[in-house]
């Protein structure tokens, strides 16, 4: 499927992200990164907006990012529609971005235990 767009999300850093948005069917190449699953909508005012579901990471995208996800169901229960991706093959790197952006977003899918 094709991208739909490019999309900023910041860190609590302060730190810029642009991820790439797609469907939330896409497969996706055999790369690492950092996702999103998102509800994306379009305001009374034409502004489009993105409702943060759940925020992860992972060395292998088309892996990660199907059905058998642990929180496939529940994206889907909440309406989530996309997911917006940042290429990054560094573990560590991934790492620092995911809590970066958890911290900043607190997406209510991300529980922490």
């Known amino acids: 499927m094709s991208k739909i767009e490019d999309f900023a999300f910041y860190g609590a850093s302060g730190h810029q992200y642009i991820f790439q948005v797609y469907p939330i ?3 996706f190449k055999d790369i690492g990164g950092v996702y999103i699953f998102t509800r994306r909508e379009i305001n009374t005012s034409g502004n489009i907006m993105h409702n943060l579901l759940y925020i992860g990471q992972t ?5 990660r990012l199907n059905r ?5 169901e529940a994206v889907l229960r909440n ?5 917006c991706v940042y290429s990054e093959l560094n573990n560590r790197n991934r790492n620092k971005i995911e809590d970066d952006l958890i911290r900043k977003y607190q997406p209510p899918l991300n529980s922490r235990l």
């Open 68 to 72: 058998l996800h642990h929180k496939w």
């Open 79 to 83: 309406r989530g529609n996309c997911v």
């Open 59 to 63: 060395i292998s995208l088309p892996i």
């Open 25 to 27: 069917e896409t497969e």
